[in-house]
């Protein structure tokens, strides 16, 4: 049977077929390895999703923001990534912004109807976008139309807009800046699109935070060295860091962690550069806050 082509994440798949009829080893073991194909899917859209990251990086470097627009599991998955990186890279809520179709409540129920409101997602994006910033649309079918219209809304107002998306032909695939395609192909359970599809756009979505991030400087070799020490398990990582980075005992760098207000690259610098506090500061702000070029410089 054939699929129309706004329908593709509706296709049956033939490896899956017979699945209620498994055993239970054999249904999760045919599910688990079933997400490879995402894995697969996003390796093949590096290069897009490179572009992605460049394009991301310049405008945050000019002062824009990165904003997900999504509904349901798409929209979800944005809010995931969002709410990371204020914990894992320093940065303040406002940077990185998810919005969802039908408003937080969609975050833990369906709201029914709202991913078919366009003028809701012109809306949205015309309340809270600007110029130089980056707008992410995500949709597994690249039709859902709160988020085709998000995008076209952005793109009105010069945001550069990249569209994630299982479907090269889609509109959110053609009428934005930059297309990142993820075909996943057919779904293990037909049409839901919370297994492959939002497998592949949270590696993607992981992906472009977090190359974003070490873009900007908020990454030390493979260290997170600006992550928030707002927990003990935070706190002692941030201590192991100091530790490793800076050559000190642990009640050395218990003592420079204070004084840097927690601050992992801060109290580094301190040591490294045997000066004080907001001598260090200074000096991170003036390379960009590149732990590395202040200590290669």
Same mark, same amino acid.
């Given at each position: 049977m054939s699929v129309p082509d706004d329908a593709r994440t509706e296709a049956v798949n033939p490896r899956t077929r017979g699945l209620d009829e498994l055993a239970t080893a054999d249904l999760v073991a045919l599910l688990v390895r079933e997400q490879g194909q995402a894995v697969t899917a996003a390796e093949r859209a590096a290069p897009a999703l490179a572009r992605a990251v460049d394009a991301t990086v310049e405008r945050l470097r000019a002062g824009g923001r990165l904003h997900y627009f999504g509904a349901g599991t798409s929209g979800r998955l944005g809010f995931l990534d969002a709410s990371e990186c204020p914990p894992t890279f320093g940065t303040s809520p406002e940077l990185v912004q998810?919005?969802?179709?039908?408003?937080l409540g969609a975050l833990?129920?369906?709201v029914e109807g709202a991913e078919d409101d366009a003028e809701a997602g012109a809306m949205c994006a015309k309340a809270v /976008?600007?110029?130089n910033d980056v707008a992410v649309g995500i949709s597994a079918s690249g039709r859902t139309q709160y988020v085709v219209a998000a995008m076209r809304a952005a793109r009105g107002l010069g945001v550069t807009t990249i569209g994630l998306t299982s479907d090269g032909s889609a509109p959110l695939a053609t009428d934005v800046d930059l297309p990142i395609v993820v075909d996943t192909g057919p779904?293990?359970?037909a049409g839901s699109t919370r297994l492959l599809a939002g497998t592949a756009q949270k590696l993607i979505l992981g992906a /472009?935070?977090?190359a974003t991030m070490v873009r900007l400087g908020k990454v030390y070799d493979n260290l997170m060295v600006d992550l928030v020490a707002s927990n003990a398990k935070l706190r002692r990582r941030a201590l192991r860091l100091v530790e490793r980075l800076a050559d000190v005992d642990a009640d050395r760098a218990n003592v420079l962690l204070t004084n840097a207000e927690g601050s992992v690259k801060i109290a580094v610098v301190m040591a490294r550069r045997e000066m004080?506090?907001?001598?260090a500061r200074a000096l991170l702000e003036r390379a960009g806050g590149s732990l590395r070029a202040v200590l290669t410089t």
């Open positions: 998810a919005h969802i179709a039908g408003g833990t129920h369906a /976008l600007r110029s779904e293990p359970l /472009l935070s977090t004080d506090a907001p001598a």
